[in-house]
């Protein structure tokens, strides 16, 4: 089944091709109906994209050591729970990751597509690394090969090196410099007052719950945007702090 068979336009079928493709056109297309239209099938083709890139990348990270262990099996398990994955769900990221994890492609290669594909949408992406890095340290701690992975999968999500550590610190508690708070809101040290106010109000808008799902993202990933809301309202408080004039 093609995209353009299910009426899906030409920029939702770009997604066609690559290690997400393959994946899809293994079996996984089956997820489409038959009969929708086209903007139907444009959402769903969204999410199918954001859920095989998601757990293809994820069943790279749990593997890196070699072997998916007994603990990281259970981490990718409660994270289905915690995003609210219904049974039919559960068996399609179950197939991703059993086929992903032993393919012939690299983490590398998974986020390479999806940041080809968000290139114009930063939200994402940050979505997209936020999940990767919450899985990973969620036994509290980082095997190297893990840490390799979440430190060299930035620049194929095309994302800023300071995004490792703006994870770090709310994960592991490490001291975030304020280049990164200023980085986390799109500005620099050099933006006005002003400027911070309006990326601040940019971002609340960009992370409402309605915002996110008009994206494609499916209703159970809102609660990752609320997270990283948590974190640019930490951010502008830091700035704040600095800034008298910036309330």
């Keep these: 089944m093609s995209w353009k068979s299910v009426g899906v336009g030409a ?15 293994a ?27 998601l757990f293809g990348m994820l069943a790279k990270i749990a593997k890196a050591d070699g072997v998916v262990s007994d603990e990281e099996a259970r981490v990718i398990k ?24 032993d393919d012939d492609h690299s983490v590398y290669d998974y986020a390479s597509q999806f940041g080809e594909v968000y290139a114009g949408n930063k939200d994402m992406r940050v979505i997209a ?12 701690e980082l095997h ?21 550590n703006l994870f770090a610190e709310e994960l592991f508690g490490k001291v975030q410099a304020l280049n ?24 609340c808008i960009e992370y409402h719950p309605d915002k996110i799902m008009s994206k494609g993202l499916p209703e159970s990933f809102v609660t990752f945007a609320d ?10 408080d830091q700035i704040k702090k600095t800034r008298p004039g910036l309330i």
């Design 78 to 101: 409660a994270f289905m729970n915690q995003i609210g994955l219904d049974e039919k769900a559960k068996q399609m990221a179950g197939e991703i990751f059993s086929r992903a994890k």
């Design 180 to 203: 990164e708070h200023y980085e986390l809101l799109d500005c620099t040290p050099d933006s006005s007052d002003a400027d911070i106010k309006r990326a601040y109000r940019k971002k």
């Design 11 to 25: 920029g939702i079928g770009a997604l066609f091709g690559g290690p997400v493709g393959a994946l899809i056109g």
């Design 144 to 164: 190297p090969e893990e840490d390799k992975i979440l430190h060299d999968i930035i620049a194929p999500l095309g994302l800023d090196a300071s995004m490792y």
């Design 227 to 236: 997270e990283q809301m948590k974190m640019i309202t930490h951010a502008y």
């Design 129 to 140: 690394y936020r999940i990767l890095f919450e899985v990973a340290a969620s036994d509290g």
């Design 27 to 53: 079996g996984l297309g089956s997820w489409f109906s038959s009969g929708k239209n086209k903007l139907m099938a444009r959402v769903e083709a969204q999410q199918l994209f954001v859920f095989t890139a």
